[in-house]
């Protein structure tokens, strides 16, 4: 199965807001709201951030949201902060029914 | 609090199997409703989804290694192990354990390296 499709990297001043994307297909993230995203520090296991396409855990902040249209799903960021500069993965269950993860979007705060 | 922690050798020559465990303490791997699953991140690269195991349910592969695992969970220890079989250099990575409560990975070990290196 090939990973979904995201930017390599995108960047941002304090105080403005991001979007990163991850471009899938009909038999995952077009299929199923269930996508979910995660951000990596170097050096350290994934934190999830958003499920079910939208949903945050308790205790993530609502600086960060998601949405899904057709094959595509989305996280922004507002507000951006120092500390949001980590690696973004998205993730999606598929039809085969496995998980499938995004190529990882680098995310610099200028 | 729900921990997991990974477990096994670091270096493994090619060719061999590697064999994972995964340790849970705060929770039991016995719950049905949860998935336990196997993620790795070869070095400077993404995550790649291995495989999931539930108790007394399917248990399920990623297709382009589908041929080369196996996933197994033992509800007297607490922990669900992995074994990947016929090892290249290709296989060196960050294994982490983590839960599926629902579709979405949220809790997750610390990872664990693996080197494939003769």
């Known amino acids: 199965q090939s990973a979904l499709t995201q930017a390599a990297s995108v960047s941002g001043s304090p105080g403005q807001s991001i979007t990163i994307s991850c471009t899938g297909t009909s038999s995952d993230v077009g299929g199923y709201n269930y996508v979910s995203w995660y951000q990596q520090y170097p050096g350290k296991a994934p934190k999830l951030i958003i499920y079910?396409?939208?949903k945050r855990p308790s205790g993530v902040s609502n600086r960060f949201s998601g949405s899904k249209s057709g094959n595509t799903a989305s996280l922004t960021i507002s507000g951006l902060q120092a500390d949001d500069e980590a690696d973004y993965y998205c993730?999606?269950?598929?039809?085969?029914?496995?998980?499938?993860f995004g190529s990882g979007t680098k995310v610099t705060v200028l | 609090q729900l921990q997991l922690q990974e477990s096994g050798p670091g270096l493994v020559k090619p060719s061999e199997t590697l064999s994972l465990t995964c340790t849970v303490s705060g929770g039991s791997v016995s719950v049905g409703s949860y998935y336990w699953g196997w993620i790795r991140q070869p070095p400077g690269t993404g995550l790649e989804w291995i495989g999931a195991i539930a108790y007394g349910r399917s248990t399920y592969y990623n297709p382009s290694l589908k041929s080369r695992l196996h996933i197994s969970l033992d509800s007297s220890t607490n922990q669900f192990s992995l074994k990947v079989f016929s090892l290249t250099a290709a296989d060196t990575a960050v294994y982490y354990c983590?839960?599926?409560?629902?579709?979405?990975?949220?809790?997750w070990g610390q990872g664990a390296l693996v080197t494939v290196s003769s």
């Open positions: 983590a839960r599926d409560p629902g579709y979405r990975y949220d809790a």
């Open positions: 993730n999606s269950f598929t039809s085969s029914p496995t998980f499938v």
């Open positions: 079910d396409v939208s």
